[in-house]
């Protein structure tokens, strides 16, 4: 009920029921009247049910009007989301998410003199906004989008409005698209309504232009949490402004790969906020960086609070640095991701295999005593995969993901030693046997059989690719 228009049930007939709450004088009623969909419309509904939306995506919105509207030809389209929105205005609705996305090129139209005119003409419908995201997905931003800068400029201008509006305002979401062009609009309409007040900035995937970045954080009091994710690259330059800041910097999460500049300045970032960091995520590709065992140790050294590990382009190098990274933050470690296969193509194959192996041979005395979610995606040796699953007989884990990549058949052992000893709660599992043909790059989760023999003992079989956790999400949900 909170956000009906992103859960896809592919029926859209919900729609009818706010458009219930049309005014008699409004100008889609009459429209409504050409296509006899008035007579669909509900007569009596037992709630107010526009007042129970607590979450809107504008893109979903418009998407699923469209669909409902399709067996309507030619309705006015965009004259039914006008009343909508102005329903829910009319009709209290009190959000507490709004994501205000720009992706769709054909939705622009329904904006600037519809959706951002309707929210800056009745701001008490979004005054309880907890949760606002801006997003468009274009680079670098949405600048000439749709070839017309006059358009551009004054989107921009109402969004700025929109955030500049908001007093309880606890997250903020840019992506790395299109926080180049709302920078200097944070910088200008952002910093002072919020200035003496509490807030949780979320700084996800940044692109390089970030050079008044120190600005922003310095003239933001009291920031509950930064998550810094996936920025490219992640460079000295952007690394020692935060460095410098004066002010708190609570660095929760951090996620670099290769194409990250690793280097002194980022083991002085976690010695200065180490101690903050609560979500990791690393990637070294190259086997000719030493400093990449540096970092490693600066992780051990100052970051003793790290719940989410994400491990993936492994080396020689720090391949068992990174086993003694994971044994030495066991005691906080809920959420560990392990990922040695995306750079295979780069490299021989027979360092693949031998880094899958050496994890498994190590891997399983060194886990914490509880993990709420473990995903390895290696090349298993039935071998290895045994003395794994013998190795880690303590550790009870909730949700396992098993993606083996051309590997051996390790169902057997997953039956013996995790289904029969009923040591997970859900399990999913890609590639289990290969050698089967008819299963080769396949999911568990489809062989009804396997469903029904592991849910009788009490372990959910779920879709491997659903199952997977989405960092994203998780930070976005956590804090």
Same mark, same amino acid.
């Given at each position: ?11 859209? &007939?919900?729609?009818? +029921? ?13 429209? /409504? ?57 009319? &009709? ?61 400029? /004054? ?8 955030? &500049? ?113 609560? &979500? ?48 030495? +933050? ?29 994890? /498994? ?119």
């Amino acid at each position: 009920m909170g956000k009906p228009f992103s859960i896809s049930t592919g029926n859209y &007939n919900f729609i009818e +029921i706010y458009l219930y709450n049309l005014n008699l004088n409004d100008d889609l009623k009459t429209e /409504l009247n050409k296509y006899d969909i008035d007579k669909l419309l509900p007569s009596n509904t037992l709630f107010n049910y526009p007042s129970f939306i607590k979450y809107l995506n504008t893109q979903d919105f418009i998407s699923s009007v469209g669909r409902w509207a399709k067996a309507y030809l030619n309705l006015n389209k965009k004259l039914v989301i006008i009343s909508l929105f102005k329903i829910f205005i009319e &009709n209290d609705v009190n959000l507490h998410t709004l994501e205000i996305e720009l992706t769709h090129l054909g939705y622009l139209s329904y904006f600037n003199n519809g959706i951002l005119e309707l929210i800056l003409q009745n701001t008490n419908f979004i005054h309880n906004i907890k949760f606002l995201k801006l997003y468009n997905g274009k680079t670098p931003g949405f600048l000439y989008i749709n070839n017309n800068p006059n358009e551009d400029k /004054l989107t921009k201008d109402r969004i700025s409005q929109i955030i &500049n509006l908001h007093r309880n305002l606890k997250k903020i979401v840019l992506d790395h698209t299109n926080f180049p062009s709302y920078q200097p609009l944070l910088l200008s309409k952002l910093i002072m309504p919020l200035k003496l007040m509490e807030y949780n900035v979320i700084v996800f995937k940044v692109f390089e232009q970030l050079e008044p970045l120190d600005k922003l954080f310095e003239q933001l009091n009291v920031l509950e949490s930064v998550h810094i994710f996936h920025c490219y690259p992640i460079n000295t330059s952007f690394i020692q402004q935060i460095i410098n800041l004066t002010r708190p910097f609570k660095l929760k999460s951090l996620f670099i790969n290769d194409r990250s500049q690793i280097d002194q300045s980022l083991q002085l970032l976690l010695q200065k906020y180490g101690a903050y960091l609560e &979500n990791l995520g690393c990637g070294f590709r190259s086997n000719h960086d030493p400093i990449s065992k540096k970092l490693i140790k600066s992780i051990i050294k100052y970051c003793k609070n790290i719940k989410l590990l994400d491990l993936h382009d492994y080396n020689n190098q720090i391949i068992y640095p990174t086993l003694n990274l994971i044994e030495n +933050i066991k005691q906080n470690l809920n959420y560990l991701t392990i990922n040695i296969f995306e750079p295979v193509v780069l490299r021989n194959i027979i360092d693949y295999n031998k880094y899958s192996s050496i994890i /498994l041979q190590n891997l399983g005395q060194i886990l914490p005593s509880k993990l709420e979610y473990l995903s390895l995606t290696l090349h298993i040796k039935a071998g290895n995969f045994k003395l794994f699953l013998e190795s880690s007989k303590n550790t009870i884990i909730k949700k396992l993901l098993i993606n083996n990549e051309d590997g051996d058949d390790i169902l057997p052992y997953i039956k013996k030693y995790i289904m029969k000893k009923k040591r997970v709660r859900y399990l999913a599992i890609k590639n289990s046997f290969h050698k089967n043909a008819l299963f080769h790059n396949k999911d568990l989760f489809y062989l009804k059989d396997e469903v029904e023999e592991f849910g009788s003992y009490n372990i959910k079989l779920q879709n491997y690719n659903d199952s997977i956790m989405g960092v994203y999400n998780y930070i976005k949900e956590t804090y």
